[in-house]
Every structure is written in C-alpha cells, then in structure tokens.
C-alpha cells in the first residue's frame, strides 16, 4: 500500500488543527477522555458543553499549558510536539482569553509590540510605527493604536487582543467565551470580522460558547462535550437549538425560571444609597448615586455597559472603596459593608468574578463553604463566637451543600481553584443564599455559566425575593436583567440615568441609556 505524505506545511494562511484521542486525567478524577475534534484550515467551529465538561481542559491540551495524559494534536496533519505556550505560538496557535490580557497603562501599538517574544530590549519607535501601520493596513479591525489601553472600551480592547494574536501570526484562534465582556452589537462585529477571516482563509477558529444564538449564527460546525467525552456534534444548521441543548445536558430536563409571587413592599425600603459618590483607585472613574431604594420582595436591576461605575457602586456597598459623600443606609441604619454590619442586618453580596473576589483558592471546597459560620458555634451564623474549628462539622455542612446546589467537584476538600468557573460560582451561591437573607447584593452572577447553571442560579435569586429579600442586580446582560427585575435602572458615566417598571421596560429605550443618549 502507498501511503501518501500529508502536504508539506505552508507558511501562511489558516491552519488546520486536529485532537486524536485526548484524554487528561487530574490524579483518579479523568476530566477529557478520548476526545477527538477536527478544525479544518478556515474552519470556525464552536465548542460547546456544560460547566465542567472539560472544554478549557481540552484547549489548555493543544496549548500546550497541560501535557494530556495520552493522545495528540495534529497541525496540518502533522503531528505537532506543543511544549508549552511559546511553543503554541511559534506552531501558528492562538488564545483569546474571557478576560483581558493587555496592560492597561500601555497603548495599543506598546501592548502590541512587547508582546512579541523577540521584542528587542530598545526600540526603535519609527521603524515599529511603520511596521505596526502596514500590518493594521491588513487587518479587518479599524482600531486608534495610540490611545492607553485602560481607555478603550470592552468591545475595543477584544479587538486589540484578538489583533494582537494575529499580529503573533497566529493562524489557528481559540476563543474563550469571547463575548462574556462584549454588547451584543461589539460581538457581532467581533465574530463577524473574525468569521471573514475564516472565510477568506487567512484563520482558522474554535471557539468556547454558552450561546447558542452566536454559535448558530458564526459557527460552521460545533463539538459537544459532557463530563469529559465527545457527545455529538456536527454542522451548524443541520441540527436545532433543542437537540444542542439535549446533547449538552444528557437525559436531564432543565428548569424554567420560577415566578414572582408577590408584589415589592413600597413601605419597606431594606436598601438606601443617597448621594453617594466615590472615586474608584485609580482617581479616573467617578460615581454619583442620589438616590436608590430597593425593597423588601424587589429585585432592582442596575443595566449599564461594562465600566459605567458599576463595579466601582458595587465595591462601596461591599464595603471595598469608601464613599467620599452621601449615605448607604441598610434597614434604616447606616451601613459600611463590614462583617459585623452585613451579619446583623442579613445582607449578603456575591461579587463578579467569584474565584477572585469571594474565594480563597487555595483552600479546599469545604473550607469556603465555611467562611460566613467559621467562628461560629454549630451552624448558626448568628450564633456566638468560638474558639474552636469544628472540622467534622464542616465536613458535614460542605457535602450537604455540595449535594443540594450541585456543585461539581472530585471530593470536598479539593482547592476550589481546581473546580470549573461555574462550580465556583455554584459553591459561593451555596454559602451565600442557605440562610435568610433581607438584603442580597449580585454582580453578573451568571457570567461564563451554561443555560442550565443559568436557570437554577436565576431561580435561587428570584426564591431569595419571594421569600422577602430586597436583591439589587448589576448586571451586564440586559437578558437577565429583564428576566429578573421588577424595576430596571439604567447606570451611564457613573449616575443612574433612567428608571422603569420592568412590565413596560423598552429594551430599546434602555438600551439608547446604556448608549448614552439620554
Ligand atoms: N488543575 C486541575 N486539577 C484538578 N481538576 C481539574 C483541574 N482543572 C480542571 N479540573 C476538573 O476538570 C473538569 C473539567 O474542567 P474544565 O475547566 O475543563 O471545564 P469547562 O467545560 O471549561 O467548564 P466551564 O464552562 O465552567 O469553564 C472539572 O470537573 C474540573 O473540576
């Protein structure tokens, strides 16, 4: 028999990119087995699954960050030995993280430039500006090189990342949830250039996504992985939004979001900002609150586009940055953020990016269940102070909540560093919504998590407002906030801007305020 040799590799243009028979094993706990996906050369293919499935495990393997455990990437056909992410980068692959990577003091062309791993130790500004002007000439993304990094807005700066790998001559793209930080209309026009550079040959993409909106409309084929293995998959199209879902999920029916019942308590303001305003740390951006009341059974929902003050809103009813004028007033008392405060007054706040800013990711599952009841005595977090850690009952009280709020993990004293993103954010809901609750404070709780971790995290906060609680929402998916609101608030340049009955919301008219146009 003749064998024909796979055509000598080219230097230019998409490259083909090919798993056979990945498998990745963490110690006992096998989190890719046997996973074989093809991307051909200008190919845009989606990877889909739940939280957990081993999709980042599957791309960090053709990164090159983890060694599988057996099987092999092949580039072109080729095998290709990937050492590590340099080598990644010189075999012609690429990554596009959920969050950003550039520095942000730095402008786009400085960003540009150290990035590359043989950026010379003194540079010669004219001859990289002209080099720089020829590349973007080439490029689909129009984009101001000079402005610092930290000024860019979100859509902007996914741009400048995404040219940065090409400017690496990446050739194969892999995209990490790449539109988490994006409007709609920036991800459109993110995925569409990106989608015509594929069609054009000049890339190839695969890309991790929860929506199936984008996959249906940008993807060519998608691959479907549930706990570690292939499930399905096939050609866009060819299979409807259901039978992905089906795929994703298995046998399991996913919950619809459970109803409001009952009405908002006019009387009953739980929450009060009053002329707040505050200066986030690096003096830039500037807020000012003069008036929100949330109340008891309401979920306020605060819309806005990323960067609008609504991390900087957050960070003073967290108690993270110091108002410099006006009140928070919780429960007719004012209100600081401290742990006593949010413990007398029941308040609970479950901050963006959980594994960060709400974990310590080192310690193990368990021990973060713990931290609200730690130094308590038995389980009651209102109960008296001890000396003691009571490890067994801990031990305890984890697996119960691993158990009830399904939180995926190999054993209850894992790092919860080791769980995927939306376990994480799974585990801080359970610590944060067992006990009653009079003033729940989220933050984009359902950022990076698939459509049934959505729906079971939308339900436990609409029950927390049944059952009384005043929740205030900040969220960047319009989507939720119009699922969850029984009033919506627009947050533009750091003041609320409009206000409206979520019943006769216009996302049109919210969407103009989010714009800036009020
Ligand atoms: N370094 C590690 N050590 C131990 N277990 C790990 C490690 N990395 C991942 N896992 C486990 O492997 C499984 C797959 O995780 P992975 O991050 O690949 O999921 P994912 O599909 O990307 O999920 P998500 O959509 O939430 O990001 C998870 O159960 C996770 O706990």
């Not at 389980?379 to 119960?400: C, H, S, V, Y």
């Amino acid at each position: 028999m003749v064998t024909i040799p796979p055509p000598a590799p080219r230097s230019e243009g998409a490259i083909g990119v090919e798993t056979v028979g990945m498998t990745k094993r963490f110690g006992g706990f096998t989190a890719l087995d046997d996973v074989s996906i093809l991307v051909p050369p200008g190919g845009f293919h989606a990877l889909l699954g739940e939280n957990g499935a081993g999709k980042s495990t599957l791309v960090k393997c053709v990164m090159g960050f983890y060694a599988p455990t057996s099987g092999s990437v092949l580039i072109d056909g080729r095998e290709a030995e990937i050492d590590g992410p340099k080598g990644a980068q010189g075999a012609g692959l690429g990554m596009v993280y959920q969050h950003f990577t550039l520095v942000p003091s730095l402008t786009g062309a400085e960003n540009l430039v150290i990035a590359r791993a043989d950026a010379p130790a003194i540079l010669d500004w004219k001859s990289e500006r002209a080099k720089l002007a020829a590349f973007m000439e080439r490029m689909p993304f129009r984009l101001d090189l000079d402005r610092p990094v930290a000024e860019l807005a979100a859509g902007e700066k996914q741009k400048l990342e995404i040219v940065k790998q090409l400017a690496l001559k990446a050739r194969f793209l892999i995209l990490d949830e790449p539109t988490s930080v994006l409007t709609p209309d920036e991800a459109e026009e993110v995925l569409g250039l990106l989608r015509g550079l594929c069609d054009a040959g000049a890339l190839s993409v695969l890309m991790i996504s929860h929506k199936f909106r984008e996959v249906e409309a940008f993807a060519r084929s998608f691959s479907v992985l549930r706990r570690g293995r292939l499930v399905g998959g096939g050609t866009v199209g060819a299979v409807s939004r259901d039978d992905m879902a089906a795929m994703m999920v298995g046998e399991r029916s996913v919950r619809t979001l459970a109803a409001r019942i009952g009405e908002p308590e006019a009387a009953h303001d739980v929450l009060r900002v009053e002329g707040v305003t505050a200066t986030d740390v690096s003096g830039l951006r500037r807020i000012d609150i003069a008036d929100l009341r949330v109340r008891r059974r309401e979920i306020v929902g605060i819309a806005g586009v990323s960067g609008n003050g609504q991390k900087e809103l957050a960070d003073v009813l967290g108690g993270q940055i110091r108002a410099t004028g006006g009140r928070v007033v919780v429960q007719g008392e004012p209100y600081r953020g401290s742990r006593a405060e949010s413990r007398r007054h029941r308040v609970r706040f479950i901050p963006e990016e959980p594994l960060r800013n709400a974990c310590a990711p080192r310690m193990s599952v368990s021990e973060n269940l713990a931290f609200r009841a730690f130094d308590r005595r038995g389980e009651d977090i209102q109960a008296r102070p001890t000396f003691w850690l009571d490890r067994r009952g801990m031990g305890r009280r984890a697996k119960d909540l691993i158990a009830r709020f399904k939180v995926k993990t190999a054993s209850s004293e894992a790092p919860i560093a080791t769980l995927s993103g939306g376990n994480v954010q799974r585990a801080v809901l359970a610590r944060e919504l067992t006990d009653p609750v009079d003033l729940l404070i989220v933050v984009n709780p359902c950022f990076g998590l698939d459509f049934s971790a959505i729906a079971e995290i939308r339900n436990r906060i609409v029950a927390a407002r049944n059952a009384g609680a005043a929740v205030l929402l900040i969220s960047e998916d319009l989507d939720e906030i119009l699922e969850l609101s029984d009033r919506i608030v627009v947050m533009s340049e750091g003041r609320l801007v409009y206000e409206t009955p979520a019943v006769t919301a216009d996302s049109g008219t919210i969407g103009r305020h989010m714009a800036g146009h009020h």
